[in-house]
């Protein structure tokens, strides 16, 4: 991994400037408590990112400055009062604000307590070395960076490292963020994190942890581009046998699934999620539940990790009249596709039943076969049903043969 060159201050203060919406930020914060960007958005503006999330942390009462920024910039605000903190969105600005603050876990696992304290303690308590900086936003300290824990030389070094002993089990969802920023960044934990790493899941620390707070780290590093490697990873390390003893992910069909799904137009989060539980789809179901995703995207992974082989051996049998992707493939969730497409399923049907046959409708309905005389029932259903097969294969065309056959039909 290349070298992370460092900005002199008055070069970082410049980046910040050019930030978006920076140009309406930084006058209004004329008069409040000190503020500063922290967390990833310094990570992200050392490595010269361009965009970035805006974390800010206010040496103060994060709400009332909230509600400062709002009025001045004229935006909305949405306030969170268990932790004191507030977002702020504003046209195309949006930022998040906290207090400077220390946490305190009551058992591993849980969500920490916290209380205000100074910057230098806010950066204390975090993940990573590298998420560990803050640069000041106010006036006369703009641009100059705090770095207590040494995350600027991580960021050099490309190192993921964390701040003390027994970090992973005081927040065991760390162990994924740990591994999607070493897929994300090109990082590797230094040895004395995976050392720390390893013992966390052998002392089963995952399972102290909801499987909300699962589901929001797992699948923000399965939708990371580098996703195989991150699974590879959680291999190598036994992260996958201890969030399910079932998990036996391949990062190969992982990969495959994630390239379906940007094919197709599919969730490329979701196919990862459906891949991983391929080999035990069964003994799986419940864990995905317990993840607590909407239940659209639980039930897509849950059928997609079932059917996807089926499809993928019937689609590879015998080409397929149109009428009968239809039958095969209508109300699949497109995950199942990109994962049927991992699994060796031609692609040609798939992508043609998605670009093209998936939309063909019929130009009458059964409003048309009642105004016909047929009265209703279901003949009218079957009918259309019948008709709508007959159009996808060629053997109907136009509105007129479809009102004759569907009546046909019907009436017989």
């Not at 410049?14 to 140009?23: A, F, S, T």
């Not at 408590?33 to 999330?53: E, N, S």
């Not at 993940?127 to 100059?144: Q, T």
Request: proline content about 6%.
């Amino acid at each position: 991994m290349a070298a992370v060159p460092v900005p002199a201050e008055t070069e970082l203060r410049e980046r910040i400037r050019r930030l978006p919406g920076m140009e309406r930020l930084l006058p209004a914060l004329e008069d409040l408590p000190p503020t500063y960007l922290v967390g990833g958005a310094v990570r992200d503006l050392l490595r010269g990112a361009r965009h970035i999330d805006m974390d800010i942390a206010v040496e103060g009462d994060a709400r009332s400055a909230a509600r400062a920024l709002a009025d001045r910039l004229h935006g909305t605000l949405r306030e969170h009062e268990r932790f004191g903190t507030a977002t702020v969105a504003a046209d195309q600005l949006s930022f998040d604000l906290a207090t400077t603050r220390t946490e305190v876990y009551s058992e591993p696992g849980a969500l920490p307590t916290v209380f205000a304290a100074t910057l230098a303690d806010d950066l204390r308590r975090r993940d990573f070395a590298i998420n560990a900086m803050a640069v000041a936003l106010s006036r006369d300290d703009l641009g100059h960076l705090y770095d207590p824990c040494g995350g600027l030389a991580d960021l050099r070094a490309g190192t993921i490292r964390i701040l003390h002993a027994g970090s992973f089990l005081d927040d065991p969802t760390r162990l994924l963020r740990a591994v999607r920023y070493e897929a994300r960044l090109g990082f590797t934990m230094d040895e004395d994190t995976e050392r720390a790493a390893r013992a966390a899941i052998a002392e089963e620390a995952m399972s102290t942890v909801s499987g909300a707070r699962v589901r929001d780290e797992l699948m923000d590093l399965l939708a990371e581009l580098d996703a195989p490697s991150a699974v590879e990873r959680m291999r190598d390390l036994g992260l996958d046998r201890a969030l399910h003893p079932a998990l036996d992910p391949d990062p190969e069909l992982v990969a495959s699934a994630s390239l379906g799904a940007v094919a197709i137009g599919a969730d490329r989060a979701l196919a990862a999620l459906a891949a991983l539980c391929a080999a035990a789809p069964a003994e799986l179901d419940l864990w995905v539940a317990g993840l607590h995703l909407e239940a659209r995207d639980r039930d897509a992974v849950s059928r997609a990790a079932r059917v996807a082989r089926r499809l993928a051996a019937r689609l590879a049998s015998r080409d397929l009249m149109p009428s009968e992707l239809r039958a095969l493939l209508a109300g699949e969730p497109p995950e199942a596709l990109a994962l049927a497409l991992a699994m060796g399923a031609p692609p040609e049907p798939i992508l043609r039943w998605v670009t093209e046959l998936g939309a063909v409708r019929l130009d009458i309905s059964g409003d048309d076969l009642i105004a016909g005389g047929v009265p209703q029932g279901p003949a009218i259903g079957r009918a259309l049903e019948e008709t709508l097969r007959r159009k996808l294969d060629g053997l109907v065309s136009g509105r007129d043969e479809e009102l004759a056959t569907a009546l046909e039909l019907a009436r017989d």
